[in-house]
């Protein structure tokens, strides 16, 4: 079965400062990879997937996030934080076989600070 | 706006109370999925129903009944909760065939069981 692990529950970063967000995975096949951000009283936003093709991928509002493979990693980044980036953002992945659910962690609060 | 919208937005009720949430989707989607959200906790997907046919029970007690009528509407039928059950219940939709994994969000319905 897939899983993700996101290890922070809190990060805090300094506006204009670069941020990454943690995640690993887990998957018997071949990953396919998610990021999803979560503002106050709102539901989940997608930003950014990996399916194939180039290890660094980017997303909405300036986000992007680094497949490796051979440390099962997807970590969001941005090399400059805005205050309006505070959210709570969660990884996700599913197998890419077929019609298969999305498993997601249990998301990590980004803090920043002006 | 997503295109995923969700009714009520709160709902308080006591244990013995019978309601429903509702989910309807303006997207042309094909699955539509119900995700718990309990603080500290990963998202636990609930339900999921591909073309009007449920496709995943991931072991939810049975006080929680899902509706799917057509491809456009998704409900949640409640009864006889339990305070534990208090959360963010969202719905969300995906058009899996072309897009797989990348799922649209209601703002969810915030659960309050006396």
């Known amino acids: 079965a897939q899983s993700v692990a996101q290890p922070e529950d809190q990060v805090n970063v300094a506006e204009g400062n670069p941020l990454t967000v943690k995640c690993t995975y887990s998957v018997s096949g071949n990953p396919y990879l998610f990021w999803y951000v979560q503002y106050p009283n709102r539901g989940l936003q997608f930003l950014l997937k990996y399916i194939t093709g180039d290890n660094l991928v980017k997303g909405s509002y300036g986000f992007e996030a680094e497949f490796n493979k051979s440390q099962t990693s997807f970590h969001l980044k941005k090399p400059s934080a805005l205050v309006s980036d505070s959210a709570l953002y969660f990884c996700?992945?599913?197998?890419?076989?077929?019609?298969?659910?999305?498993?997601f962690g249990t998301g990590t609060r980004l803090l920043v600070s002006p | 706006e997503t295109g995923v919208t969700q009714t009520p937005r709160h709902l308080v009720m006591g244990m013995t109370n019978k309601k429903s949430l509702k989910c309807e989707q303006h997207l042309g989607h094909n699955a539509m999925y119900w995700y718990k959200q309990s603080a500290k906790k990963p998202l636990e997907l609930m339900f999921v129903?591909?073309?009007?046919?449920?496709?995943e029970n991931n072991s939810v007690p049975s006080r929680f009944s899902p509706e799917c009528p057509n491809s456009s509407h998704l409900f949640l039928h409640l009864h006889t909760l339990q305070p534990e059950d208090s959360a963010l219940y969202l719905c969300a939709s995906s058009q899996d065939r072309t897009d797989p994994g990348r799922l649209f969000f209601g703002e969810g319905s915030r659960l309050t069981v006396l």
């Open positions: 129903y591909n073309f009007k046919e449920q496709t």
């Open positions: 996700a992945v599913r197998d890419g076989v077929g019609f298969q659910k999305l498993v």
